[in-house]
T-cell receptor, first 115, second 112 residues
């Protein structure tokens, strides 16, 4: 299984600012995913990030609010822009287990609080 | 569209008792089904998965789940609960193994 780290593990941000979350994997992976877990809620997929192409966003999520970079096969960033209290959530990255894989592995998450 | 329903947002059991967490899914194609566990302040850990083959799937920490197509269910069980099993449990469905659709989660509490 892949080992995934995220930075920061938590942050408190002011309204109107932005936060960039980093996701690092210990092996090369094809697909990386970003999820949001709002307080007391389940996980919702934000976007899928493939290296060398634009991220694919799910309904309700837009690139201007959640820009994603995927510069190589082991790293991705998610930026949450123009923060509002409604963005307070846990953001998790996950990776697939390889070509044709049927399993995703998750990072520890980034807990964001917006004041 | 795929969806997952987890019956019971909170389940409480005594240590040593049977654990049963319910999950029903809807999918227009044969699904991939997963159970993940989330311990406090930690990320998600894969407990077990069903893709093809045997419908009774064994996972880590003594958990198992049975895929019942006729009932569109994938309930998670453990014969004897341990205090360390207290966590949030998520059922998820996918038609390819990617783009997981998660249920709302079930919080399992274990009392001594």
């Amino acid at each position: 299984s892949a080992v995934i780290s995220q930075k920061p593990s938590r942050d408190i941000c002011q309204r109107g600012t932005s936060l960039t979350i980093q996701c690092q994997v210990d092996s090369q992976v094809t697909m990386m995913f970003w999820y949001r877990q709002q307080p007391g809620q389940s996980l919702t997929l934000i976007a899928t990030a493939n290296q060398g192409s634009e991220a694919t966003y799910e309904s309700g999520f837009v690139i201007d609010k959640f820009p994603i970079s995927r510069p190589n096969l082991t790293f991705s960033t998610l930026t949450v822009s123009n923060l509002s209290p409604e963005d307070s959530s846990i953001y998790l990255c996950s990776v697939d287990a390889g070509p044709g894989a049927d399993t995703q592995y998750f990072g520890p998450g980034t807990r964001l609080t917006v004041l | 569209a795929q969806s997952v329903t987890q019956l019971g947002s909170h389940v409480s059991v005594s240590e040593g008792a049977l654990v049963l967490l319910r999950c029903n899914y809807s999918s227009s194609v044969p699904p991939y089904l997963f159970w993940y566990v989330q311990y406090p302040n930690q990320g998600l850990q894969l407990l077990l998965k069903y893709t093809t083959g045997a419908t009774l799937v064994k996972g880590i920490n003594g958990f198992e789940a049975e895929f019942k197509k006729s009932e569109t269910s994938f309930h998670l069980t453990k014969p004897s609960a341990h205090m360390s099993d207290a966590a949030e449990y998520f059922c998820a469905v996918s038609d390819t193994g990617t783009a997981l659709i998660f249920g709302k989660g079930t919080t399992l509490s274990v009392s001594s």
